[in-house]
């Protein structure tokens, strides 16, 4: 991946990593329209959940984990794909459902992860993925690893059982976990309001007598100290916490959803105007970065962009032989040999387990 | 601190031992646990109060809190914890009270933990146990008596494992530790004080995915597992005595692989069929035999494949439906019969 020449522009030093947080939120605003533009073409099948308009909360947080840390979220995770590190192209050759997309074509938009990068999905069944989460956190205590978790979900998690569940095992363990509520004010298309008698989300830590938060989720410093913060009470003090980020996004809950019975184009227009990466490009300015080179970031994402997508075109598709590669670990077929298709005493329709190989 | 009477059996060594079914599950954690860091039990009661079931009695004091672990009551959470540790390379053995417990954890097990391998595209494992007792009886009535084995081995992506014997209770508990995938040790409430001979080798592994010939037969094969295979013996002995039938026993040991080959080759001698099971036939592992045993024994069957299970009722409390509605002895005699053409 390019960078950008910073000795080429006037830094202020407060500017300091302020120059990739941008370049990461762009990368993934353009990305995702790239998305939406590509499964409107029919080439991405399936959900595909964008979150334009919740840059600065993704790569906040992000960008607050350290190397070793580990990344849980929801299915609205392209933009957590990327700020972590996941190349372009490995993310959209898996919504491609490409043979060297990220999860080899056998996860979509959805189920994205890269365990290289301490990424481990990408799950889609609300609040599935907090148990797991709270579960990582536990082997990292028992390990003595001085590193954390960092567990995504959305507002609409929060009233499903495996959210108390985890919050509380987190707790009464002394987990190194943080969840982060992205508080887009919308679970599909229920209102927080509606959906949640306590509208603080952030106040239910409280019943775990864990520490809770609230920051505005558009502004990328005040997320990425928070989250800076409670990240590293999770790993040197083992203290869980709950932080809320409050956001919009822009789009529907998936392109299929045009995202206005629920809400006004006035409402959206209103968000519209604060934009994050407006913010943060504002932000940049401020300090003494010149428009030209910010011109500059955002050229070079779009060509990556772009390339991304083409990378996704040329390449191939799983091969169907290994349909069932993955499922079992390499050696099951001798304890499957017994009911294999084709032999003797398997219907030759049945797929059950194929080759691991690939 | 246990309130186990009986000296617990050595975790290493060699010969033959008489032990009960859950002294020889407790055998194959202590053996593992010695065996692996990695292997850490959780779940609930299975520290202070030695286990509900005291399957894992004693094992608090050996190896302490972090590797025997009281949990909550919330099974949604503990088990994905162990989801979550099992995919960071943990072994994790998380018992779960019942069965009947695990349907409120079910989109772990279901949607989480049989997912990993495929929908990551094998870039993640997730080596983890679920022990739990099936069965049904001492008028535990319709929300503790059930069986849903065929519900988790009609699930790719999970391995389900149902033992019989205390020897099996061992290696295949052992076995499932040592395994990479997700696997479902199927236990049984009224098995567990059954005693049997085990091998103390602690190297000595079941073969998941290779069904037993309980009993050698020629006239009829009875094809069951866990508690049924029980049952299915006592029949055997009857219809020996007060028939004259040699009836062949296959204990399918594992659900999820199923060995096919083993009963394909019973039926293919014996010519004729009986399915036995603790759950709901409709849609179950005897319906799943069934169709196995109608492909492979097409030329071969005298007979029609005949299925006992529980009545497809939530069982009742009072005794005498309880024992009506169970697969109990009679009713599976009556079905071999059947099968047999010796029906009155």
Known sequence: MATIDSTALPVDPSVGDLYERYRTMFLIRRFEEAAERQYKAARIGGYCHLSSGQEAVTVGAVAALEADDLLVTGYRCHGFALARGVPADAVMAELFGRAHGCAHGRGGSMHLLDVSRGYYGGWGIVGGQLPIATGMALSLVRRGAEQAVLCELGDGAVNMGAWHESLNLAAVWGLPVVFLVINNLYGMGTSVARASAETDLFKRAGSYRMEGERVDGDDLEEVEAAAGRLLAQARKERRPAVLEAVTYRYRGHSVADAGLAYRTKEEIEERRRKDPLVRTRELLEARGVPAEGLDAIEAEVEAEVEASVSFAERDAPPAVEHLAAGMYMPGSEEQFERMRPGSPFGEAELVFAGGLGE | ?344
């Open chain 2, 1 to 344: 601190m246990s309130g186990v009477a009986a000296p617990a059996p050595a975790a290493a060594g060699t010969g033959v031992e008489t032990m009960t079914y859950r002294e020889a599950l407790r055998l194959a954690m202590r053996q593992e646990m010695e065996r692996d860091e990695r292997v850490f039990v959780m779940g609930e009661e299975v520290g202070v109060f030695d286990g509900s079931y005291k399957v894992t009695a004693g094992l608090l004091d050996e190896f302490g809190p972090d590797r025997v672990r009281d949990t909550p009551i919330s099974e949604e959470g503990f088990l994905g914890a162990g989801v979550g540790a099992a995919m960071l390379g943990e072994r994790p053995i998380v018992e779960v009270m019942t069965l009947n417990f695990v349907l409120v954890a079910m989109d772990q097990v279901v949607n989480h933990a049989a997912k990993v391998g495929a929908m990551f595209g094998g870039e993640v494992r997730c080596p983890l146990v679920i022990r739990t007792p099936n069965g049904a009886g001492n008028q535990l009535t319709a929300q503790h008596s059930q069986s849903f084995d065929g519900w988790f081995a009609g699930t790719p992506g999970l391995k389900v494992v149902a033992p019989a014997t205390p020897a099996d209770a061992k290696g295949l508990l052992k076995a499932a530790i040592r395994d990479d995938d997700p696997v479902l040790v199927i236990e049984n409430l009224p098995i567990y004080k059954e005693k049997g001979e085990v091998e103390i080798d602690p190297d000595l592994v079941a073969p998941i995915g290779r069904a037993a010939i309980a009993r050698e037969g020629s006239d009829l094969t009875i094809v069951s597992h866990s508690f049924a295979t029980v049952r299915a013996l006592h029949v055997a002995e009857r219809l020996a005595a007060d028939h004259g039938v040699a009836a062949e026993v296959i204990d399918l040991r594992s659900l999820r692989p199923l060995d096919v080959e083993t009963v394909a080759a019973s039926v293919a001698k014996t010519n004729r069929a009986l399915c036995v099971e603790e759950g709901w036939p409709s849609y179950g592992v005897s319906a799943e035999l069934a169709a196995r045993i109608q492909h492979a024994c097409f030329d071969d069957l005298d007979a029609p494949v005949e299925r006992v299970g529980m009545a497809e009722v939530p069982l009742p409390y009072a005794k005498e439906l309880e024992l009506a509605a169970m697969p109990n002895e009679d009713r599976i005699e009556r079905a071999a019969l059947r099968v047999l053409d010796l029906a009155a």
